[in-house]
Every structure is written in C-alpha cells, then in structure tokens.
C-alpha cells in the first residue's frame, strides 16, 4: 500500500512538473521584433503608426520613421510593429497599416486564414501567412492571448492535481475492521486458530492486487486500439461524464481546406474554370490555393501555362490575362469591389442561391462573374454516428465549440447534430463553458487538437486530444486518440463502462466470497489453512479475469 502510495505521488509530481516546464516554455521563440519609431524630421515628428503605409515599400524606412530590431520584452503598450511574411505576431494589438492574410487556428480555431486591415485585431501567437503589416502593441508582454492560454493551462493544472482522488480504496477502509474482527473473535472464543482464521482471509490482498490489474489491462486494450491514457482515474471520468464538448476544426472536421464544388456562370464549364483557377493559383500557394489545385490533380485537370505574369494583391486575390483576355481570382471584394466585376444579370438568383456554408472564391474573365469556387473545411464522415453512438451509451449533452463564424459553425452543428454550439469563442469562453458545466453538477469530456484547445483540455473532467494535434494540447489531455477517425472516442466510451461494471463485479465477489470464508472459520467450519487456500485461490482466479479483454473480439 506505501509502495503504490509513493507512485501515484510521483506520477503526479511528474505530470504537474512536465506541464508546467511546457507552459514556461511556451514561447513565440520571437526574442526580437521590428519596431517602428521615429526618426528626426525637420517640421516636426508625426504619429509613427498613423503615417501612410504601402504595401510594396513596406519595409522601406521613411524620413518619418525607421525600423529598429528590439527584444520583445522591450516593446511596450502603444509601440508599433512590424510583421512580415512568415513572422509570428508576438504582441496583442491593432493593425494600424499594410494587410495581410494571418492565419489563427492556434488562438481561435479558425480553419481558414483571415484577412487583416487598418482597425482589424491582432493575437499573438498567430501567423502572417501573406503580406506585411504595421501593428500598434494594445497588450505588452505577458498579458497578450496567447500568455493567457499559458497561465490557465498551469492554473488548471494545480487545481487538478489538488483535488481528492474517489474516496479511499475500499481495502484501506476494511483494513481496521479485519484487525477488530480478529481481537473481537480472540476475545469471545478464546480460540487462536478461530481469531488467526480472520486475519488469513484479510480482504486488501484480493482488492489491491486485482484492481490495478483491471485498470492496467484496459488501459492495454486502449493501447491496442490506438488509444493513450495517462491513468486509470481518467477512464473512470470518462464513464461518469455526462456531457461533452468539441472543437471544430481538426477534431469534427479535418483541418485541410478542400474544394465542395465548383459553380459554373456565364455559360462556362465547371472543369474548364477549375482548371484555369489551378493554373492561376499554383503561382502563389496558400491554404485555399492548395485545394484549387488539388482539386484539380484529384480530377486530372493538367494545364498548360497559357496566361501572361500573374500579378498577385497581398491577402485579396490575382490578376493575369488569358488568351487576350483579363482573368481574375480571389475575394468578393477583390473581384466585385476593387476589380468592378459583374454577375450575369440572368443568373443573379444563381449567386444568391450559393451555399452559405463554404469559403467562396470568384473567377472573372473580362469583368463578368465566370465561376464560384465552394472551399470547405470538410466534416469528419463518421462523426453524426459517433455522436449518436455516444449519446445512446449515456452521454445526454453534445457541444460545439469554434472560433469559426456563425455562418459556418451552424452548417456544421446541423449536419452532425449537436444539441448545442457555440462560435466565434476564444480559448478562454471554452475552459469557462467547462467551468458553468461543473458548477452545473455535470461531468465533461473536452475533445481538441490545438494550442486553442489546451485550456478547455486542462479544465475539463477528461481531456482527450488528437494525435496529430498541436504538442501542448496532447501532453495536457488526459487521454490521446488517433487521428484517423472519431470512432475510437466509442470505443473508448465502451471499454471505461466495462471497466467500472468489472471493478464493481470484483468488489462484490471479493467482498461476499471473503466475508463468507471468514464466517466459517470464526464458527469452526473451515480451518485457518483451508481458509487461506480458497481467499488465495479466488485472488487468483479473479486476478486473471480482471486481466482479460473488456470487449468482445
């Protein structure tokens, strides 16, 4: 009993320690950063982050300003700086200049990339994936999003590792009461043999040794099923949860943009404006670009470059020309705003009858709307039966959680029947979700896969991260499944149920058989030697059920 004592202390100390070294070294690894100040100026110093900034001359000192390169620690709230492609953000804050295309999934969960301008917010952590732009520091170091998610980690964290296990092992409880048994028949019988009969058939032997046996034999089936769990009281959480909550991108659906389909107009051919898309978009490769052209791969859509030089908008789209002719691609406001495209006037209820669900490009040829290319993060196939699965064994309440729009979030939560989801959420409104449910008496499962994730994984009865998620996610979770597909969460579900139904069956056969062989011998019926052959015996025999597979083959 010290023994397995002193181990789960160790496991503890171990875990809370590799997570909070994690966290500390959660870094942006960003140690210095391009500031913008200003430079002497002979009628006098203007606002460096309101000054007019282009796009193309960006990185071009002014005889307004200069760049100078700081260690981050020395940027403070109204600093502006600069970010470029590639570089990370490492400062929360507002664009003041330039625009980009940043991709957020680490912060909000968005799939996509997202478009920033003049006024639009910047996270820290997140990455400018196209394009440079100027931004005015709102948060200094160590209170931006992504210090947050860092701090509510190790929060969560302490207060897991704080709270009491299940009430004391059963065996440690009949312990006291083996030895009164044993004084009380002395003192009534006076008989030796009778009192020594109540100490040989004790009941922590037969509990303490087939009960890690159970636990540590599901824990192997899980194993076999491409599934990690950090401890036995972990799969005990997941067969008390009654609720559980999702991300969205990564987790319900798989993180890799592909093309839904391709709406042909003005008299083109689906497969012909897919084709010309690829060729346009091949040039300057990005999330959405990638599925254009594999898309296009996947069909066997191979073209010849027949267009001249592409001129490429940071974080809008592309123009070239194509057989005499102008082709654009790229946003809305790209094609129909700045470009000063047209929808065909008989097909206008053609392009509002598009499906709202999907990311749209738009494809013009000499002004006029050509195609509209459907981008969707798509969902995993298996999930609306696996929801459905988990609900039938006992599961009442299924959550969606994304950093997605509303739009998107609700085409998804229909299709896969959630009773209830949530967009636009930041890491932080899903750990706090997490933390309403519990005050709520309700048990949570968190299923994530990035560093969004990691606070809500912390905070909830279970976390259960994604393979090839993000590593602070995985190594926060509890338990970690396969990526290939949601169905392991089932089989989870089935073999922590058939785990508690075992342990409650060993209790009882333990407890029965044992208190029976202990009447016999105070009463004389058995002797001490043959009393502790049968408690050895059923020791065994139940030790080596415990140690068989949970579920049926």
């Known amino acids: 009993m010290f023994l397995l004592k002193l181990g789960e202390i160790l496991e503890d100390w171990t875990h809370k320690k590799s997570v909070d070294d994690l966290a500390r070294t959660m870094s942006l690894r960003t140690d210095r950063v391009w500031m913008r100040v200003e430079a002497p100026h002979p009628q006098g110093n203007l606002p460096m982050c309101d000054q007019h900034l282009d796009n ?24 502006c700086i600069v970010v470029r492609m590639g570089g990370i953000i490492p400062l929360d804050g507002k664009v003041t200049g330039g625009e980009c ?62 709270t009491e296990a299940r009430a004391a092992h059963l065996a440690d409880r009949l312990v006291p009461y083996s030895l009164g048994g044993t004084a009380l028949t002395y003192l009534l019988t006076r008989n030796v043999t009778k009192a020594v009969s109540v100490l040989m058939v004790d009941f922590s032997c037969a509990l303490k040794l087939s009960m890690p046996l159970a636990v540590l034999s599901a824990m192997r089936e899980s194993g076999a099923h491409q599934i990690t769990v950090k401890g036995g009281k972990f799969l005990e959480a997941v067969s008390m949860a009654d609720t559980i909550v999702f991300d ?98 008989e097909e206008q209820e053609k392009f509002h009858a598009l499906p709202s669900e999907y990311s749209q490009l738009y494809l013009a040829i000499s002004g006029v709307l050509s195609a509209v290319i459907c981008i969707e993060d798509p969902i995993r196939s298996e999930a609306p039966e696996v929801i459905r699965e988990l609900k039938e064994q006992g599961i009442r309440k299924a959550v969606m959680m994304t950093g997605d729009s509303e739009r998107t979030a609700q085409a998804v939560a229909r299709q896969i029947g959630v009773d209830e989801y949530y967009a636009e959420v930041l890491p932080e409104d899903k750990a706090k979700f997490i933390q309403g449910e519990h005050q709520n008496g309700r048990h949570v499962i968190m299923v994530g896969d990035g560093i969004n994730d990691s606070p809500a994984l912390s905070e909830a009865d279970v976390g259960i991260a994604i393979a090839d998620g993000a590593a602070i996610a995985r190594e926060v979770a509890d338990i970690t499944i396969s990526a290939d597909d949601l169905w392991a969460l089932v089989t989870l579900k089935r073999i922590s149920d058939a785990l508690i139904k075992r342990i409650d069956t060993n209790y009882r056969q333990i407890i029965s058989f044992n208190a029976m062989l202990i009447l016999l011998g105070v009463v004389g019926i058995l002797p001490p030697a043959t009393s502790a052959l049968l408690h050895n015996t059923s020791t065994i025999l139940i030790s080596m059920k415990s140690m068989t597979d949970l579920l049926a083959t």
């Open 248 to 345: 969205k991108t990564g987790t319900l659906t798989h993180a890799e943009p592909t093309v839904a389909q391709v709406v042909p107009f003005h008299g083109q051919q689906a497969d012909e404006m897919l084709r010309l898309a690829a060729c346009l978009e091949e040039h300057y490769p990005h999330s959405m670009a990638n599925a254009v052209v594999k898309a296009a791969m996947e069909k066997g859509l191979s073209h010849e470059e027949h267009h001249t030089k592409v001129q490429y908008v940071v974080a809008h789209g592309i123009s070239s020309m194509v057989d005499g002719q102008k082709a654009v691609i790229g946003s809305y406001h790209f094609v129909f705003e700045d470009e000063g495209c047209v929808v065909p006037e």
């Open 101 to 162: 295309l940043v991709n957020q999934a680490s912060i909000t969960g968005e799939s996509m990339p997202v478009r920033k301008r003049e006024g639009s917010l910047a996270y820290a952590g997140t990455v400018v994936e196209e394009g440079e732009c100027v931004i005015r520091v709102e948060k200094a170091m160590g209170s931006a999003q992504y210090d947050k998610i860092v701090r509510m980690i190790e929060e969560s964290e302490k207060l897991k590792s704080a």
């Open 56 to 79: 193309e001359l960006l990185d071009s000192e002014t005889s307004d300003t200069q760049e100078i390169l700081v260690p981050v620690s020395d940027v403070r709230v109204g600093d």
